[in-house]
């Protein structure tokens, strides 16, 4: 407690109280720095200056302000300088493609990198780490100015060229996951290899920007981004000799999903995506999605800004997958994606879509943990069994006797009877 000046004790607390979600994101640096505000703004008496305040706050208060602040703060500091000394992005006037380091802009009104100025720099393998079942590769990829992507390359153990999978999470995420075993056993069960990744402006892709700069605020940028970024991962997988790349799929998590679907309609290279609760129907996702705080919500629900977002929409792209594999999950108790919206996205599926729907969280799990999650991506890009070499066809050929001739030698067996 703390003495208000007037020989009184006012309270000290947190107020308003972060939910459970917004802690688990916070402590593991996953929930921007701007929503820290609001969770870890503390009533504190106003007769005080606030250095006094601060001073005399109780410990625990401090430890848990520390906890969400350390973790959010870490989290865009990795990898941030990139190699030489590049990290510092330059001034970005709002509306505006960033300059890659090519020198061309990069346009955010087109999906294909055809032409584009994107040039990739020399990967940098950073890490190798060797597993009984499996390798895991930490590569720094880079090609655009101040942005180095973490990609994580996971191969298993005997297979000389396995099918790639990408796997891309939601915002807001990290790559965490690719460093745990379980996961990275799971995913290259069965002789698959796994490609992970953070989308722009996510993890540790965020830095050097305004706290009011978010990946929903800019989130033709980010799209767009993540699309070119997909295409240019294709284009390193293409040199590594140790992929089989005619046969890539991709697994997208909400704007991951999103991401998968854009991809998939600009680079034939992704034969299959499998979608989990994927974004989309812009004006009712803007509208209703519990993700953006309400005090901006007005900001995404005007006409400019919808406008903008309009032909990233992935209702006007799932009818064009056709030709592709694909499967559509969705978790009904999921709130960043409102009901409305994941009606939208299942009603615009290609007649061969395979379509899921779980009631809730619990459901999801009980159907898919122990991974089995990625094995309806595994089975479609599966490669066919190899026919057997043609001269073990010969041989089984002349070895083996004409039916007429088991049936002469059946009839001309001692004891048997036959029907003339």
């Given at each position: 407690m703390l003495q208000d000046g007037q020989g009184g004790k006012a309270a000290v607390g947190l107020a308003p109280a972060p939910t459970v979600r917004q802690l688990r994101l916070l402590r593991t640096g996953q929930l921007p720095f701007r929503f820290l505000v609001s969770a870890a703004e503390l009533r504190l008496p106003s007769r005080q200056p606030d250095w006094m305040v601060w001073g005399k706050m109780r410990t625990k208060d401090l430890l848990l302000l520390t906890a969400l602040l350390v973790p959010s703060l870490c989290a865009g500091i990795a990898w941030a300088q990139g190699v030489g000394g590049d990290s510092a992005s330059p001034p970005n006037p709002a509306g505006q493609a960033r300059t890659p380091r090519a020198g061309g802009v990069e346009d955010w009104n087109s999906l294909s990198l055809a032409g584009g100025p994107?040039?990739?720099?020399?990967?940098?393998?950073?890490?190798?780490?060797?597993?009984?079942?499996?390798?895991?590769?930490?590569?720094?990829?880079?090609?655009?100015?101040?942005?180095?992507?973490?990609?994580?390359?996971?191969?298993?153990?005997?297979?000389?060229?396995?099918?790639?999978?990408?796997?891309?999470?939601?915002?807001?995420?990290?790559?965490?996951?690719?460093?745990?075993?379980?996961?990275?056993?799971?995913?290259?069960?069965?002789?698959?290899?796994?490609?992970?990744?953070?989308?722009?402006?996510?993890?540790?892709?965020?830095?050097?920007?305004?706290?009011?700069?978010?990946?929903?605020?800019?989130?033709?940028?980010?799209?767009?981004?993540?699309?070119?970024?997909?295409?240019?991962i294709l284009d390193y997988l293409d040199t590594r000799d140790d992929l089989d790349t005619s046969r890539i799929g991709m697994f997208g998590e909400g704007s991951g999903g999103t991401i998968a679907v854009l991809a998939a309609a600009t680079d034939p290279r992704i034969k299959v995506i499998d979608l989990l609760d994927p974004w989309g129907d812009w004006p009712d996702w803007m509208a209703k999605s519990e993700l953006i705080p309400q005090a901006e919500r007005a900001n995404y629900v005007k006409p400019e800004f919808l406008k903008k977002v309009a032909p990233l929409d992935p209702l006007g792209y799932l009818p064009q997958l056709k030709l592709r594999q694909v499967r559509i999950q969705q978790v009904m108790d999921d709130d960043f994606t409102p009901k409305i919206a994941k009606q939208q996205i299942e009603s615009v599926a290609p007649r061969t879509a395979q379509l899921r729907q779980y009631d809730d969280t619990k459901e999801f799990f009980h159907a898919v943990s122990g991974g089995r999650l990625f094995q309806w991506m595994k089975d479609q890009i599966r490669p066919a069994?190899?026919?057997?070499?043609?001269?073990?066809?010969?041989?089984?050929?002349?070895?083996?006797?004409?039916?007429?001739e088991q049936v002469d030698s059946v009839a001309r067996a001692p004891g048997t009877v036959t029907n003339k």
């Open positions: 994107l040039q990739a720099e020399q990967p940098l393998l950073a890490e190798k780490d060797d597993y009984p079942q499996f390798t895991r590769e930490l590569i720094q990829v880079k090609w655009r100015f101040g942005d180095p992507i973490d990609l994580y390359v996971i191969r298993p153990k005997g297979v000389a060229k396995p099918p790639a999978i990408l796997y891309l999470y939601t915002y807001p995420s990290e790559t965490d996951r690719f460093r745990n075993q379980q996961f990275c056993f799971d995913v290259t069960r069965g002789g698959f290899a796994a490609v992970g990744f953070v989308s722009a402006l996510t993890g540790h892709r965020y830095k050097n920007r305004p706290m009011k700069e978010w990946f929903v605020s800019e989130l033709q940028e980010a799209l767009v981004t993540s699309v070119h970024d997909v295409q240019m069994p190899a026919p057997p070499p043609a001269n073990a066809v010969s041989q089984r050929a002349q070895t083996t006797p004409a039916a007429s």
